[in-house]
């Protein structure tokens, strides 16, 4: 997105200060996070606030986005403040990792939407690097994210994730590894016909069934969203093509 801001049906997202703008990865994980008896949620590596904006739409849930660039948490924060849940929405600037020792076992739910490029960082845009790149899918930055999840979450505690479906054994094994099993896992397609791009998955703090669907954004008709897809932002996007049945 080239614009300073992005509107949705119920709030405005300003973006000029922030490194990642609103995009296709945080609409999913915010419209699709699950949220039965969610009552308070922790935002990792919040941005521009965008999922928090849309969980407090969909919800009563207290939401905290914690972002450790300052320009980001203080755009987050003026989101918030324009949104009309600003009494429900907190912005931290601070260290994710640091916040989940502090804040051990505070939270219901944690969302996370990490950084997941791969390949050559591209210096011409440092901040966007920093809030989106990994040098390798084998990187330890990873479980960090996991484990910031596990920390911060009560022992009921659950997450919801998005990340590249190239490197989704990876991603799921430092889930693993920090304590987390998968409940739900959404294969996602960005076209009808294509390969799978990114996964969304449901996490638990116990061993569960695990619930795999699959999730595609647009029809063959490109600019047209499946049905599935458009049900899902129905109640965020002003103006959406869905194809018809």
Same mark, same amino acid.
Request: include cysteine; glycine fraction near 6%; charge should be negative.
């Given at each position: 997105?080239?614009?300073?801001?992005?509107?949705?049906?119920?709030?405005?997202?300003?973006?000029?200060?922030?490194?990642? *703008?609103?995009?296709?990865?945080?609409?999913?994980?915010? /419209?699709?996070?699950?949220?039965?008896?969610?009552?308070?949620?922790?935002?990792?590596?919040?941005?521009?606030?965008?999922?928090?904006?849309?969980?407090?739409?969909?919800?009563?849930?207290? &939401?905290?986005?914690?972002?450790?660039?300052?320009?980001?948490?203080?755009?987050?924060?003026?989101?918030?403040?324009?949104?009309?849940?600003?009494?429900?929405?907190?912005?931290?600037?601070?260290?994710?990792?640091?916040?989940?020792?502090?804040?051990?076992?505070?939270?219901?739910?944690?969302?996370?939407?990490?950084?997941?490029?791969?390949?050559?960082?591209?210096?011409?845009?440092?901040?966007?690097?920093? /809030?989106?790149?990994?040098?390798?899918?084998?990187?330890?930055?990873?479980?960090?994210?996991?484990?910031? /999840?596990?920390?911060?979450?009560?022992?009921?505690?659950?997450?919801?994730?998005?990340?590249?479906?190239?490197? /989704?054994?990876?991603?799921?094994?430092?889930?693993?590894?920090?304590?987390?099993?998968?409940? &739900?896992?959404?294969?996602?397609?960005?076209?009808?016909?294509?390969?799978?791009?990114?996964?969304?998955?449901?996490?638990? *703090?116990?061993?569960?069934?695990?619930?795999?669907?699959?999730?595609?954004?647009?029809?063959?008709?490109?600019?047209?969203?499946?049905?599935?897809?458009?049900?899902?932002?129905?109640?965020?996007?002003?103006?959406?093509? &869905?194809?018809?049945?």
């Amino acid at each position: 997105m080239s614009n300073s801001w992005f509107q949705f049906k119920q709030f405005k997202v300003e973006q000029d200060k922030c490194a990642m *703008k609103v995009g296709t990865d945080g609409v999913l994980l915010g /419209a699709w996070a699950p949220l039965d008896n969610v009552r308070s949620v922790v935002d990792l590596g919040s941005g521009t606030g965008l999922i928090s904006l849309m969980i407090a739409q969909r919800s009563k849930a207290r &939401i905290t986005g914690i972002e450790s660039d300052m320009d980001a948490a203080t755009q987050s924060a003026e989101n918030f403040v324009h949104s009309p849940w600003p009494e429900r929405l907190e912005s931290v600037w601070a260290d994710v990792h640091e916040m989940s020792t502090l804040w051990a076992g505070q939270f219901d739910l944690a969302v996370c939407n990490p950084p997941f490029f791969q390949g050559h960082v591209r210096p011409s845009n440092a901040p966007r690097n920093q /809030a989106r790149h990994l040098l390798s899918p084998k990187t330890e930055i990873k479980k960090t994210w996991f484990e910031a /999840a596990y920390k911060i979450t009560k022992e009921t505690g659950r997450a919801a994730f998005i990340f590249p479906y190239e490197f /989704a054994h990876e991603w799921l094994s430092e889930a693993e590894s920090a304590g987390w099993y998968v409940q &739900i896992r959404v294969n996602v397609r960005g076209h009808a016909g294509k390969e799978y791009k990114r996964v969304l998955v449901y996490l638990v *703090k116990h061993p569960v069934a695990i619930q795999e669907e699959e999730l595609c954004i647009e029809s063959e008709e490109r600019s047209v969203y499946t049905a599935a897809f458009g049900q899902l932002v129905s109640d965020f996007y002003l103006d959406a093509r &869905i194809e018809t049945v």
